[in-house]
């Protein structure tokens, strides 16, 4: 055997043992998230223009990193939610931590709502 696979972050150790001699050789090694960066996209609902603080967030399109994942809006209290609402219109930064601690996080604007159409942009892509 050349190589070995694991399919899981986490500590292993391998032990070697010669059938001749009986002789032991042992290494430990760390595995560290192997599921790929952490990624995400943010969806901002502009509040009604009967309810100016009830716009929300919507945290879309979780990628990479390990489940479960946490979100946070002021990147130290991590909560296991996939929105956030009551927000009045402003630039807010969504912090997404997945469980072996990795994070990433995004900025993105909450609209005020004009009688016809948004007015900012409502995709992170177009910030």
């Known amino acids: 055997m050349s190589s070995l696979e694991v399919s899981q972050a986490g500590t292993y ?5 010669d059938e001749n001699t009986n002789c032991q050789a042992a290494a430990t090694t760390i595995v560290d998230d192997i599921s790929g ?11 009604p223009c009967d309810t100016p603080t009830a716009g929300s967030i919507a945290i879309t399109n979780l990628a990479g990193g390990t489940a479960p994942y946490l979100a946070s809006l002021d990147g130290v209290t991590f909560l296991p939610t996939e929105s956030f609402s009551d927000f009045t219109p ?3 930064t ?10 990433a996080q995004f900025q993105i604007s909450t609209c005020e709502h004009s009688k016809k159409t948004p007015s900012c942009p409502l995709l992170p892509s177009q910030l």
């Open 37 to 47: 960066d952490l990624s995400f996209e943010l969806t901002a609902l502009p509040a």
């Open 13 to 17: 150790e391998l032990i070697v043992i």
């Open 90 to 92: 402003g630039d807010y």
């Open 94 to 103: 969504i912090f997404v931590q997945d469980a072996g601690g990795c994070e």
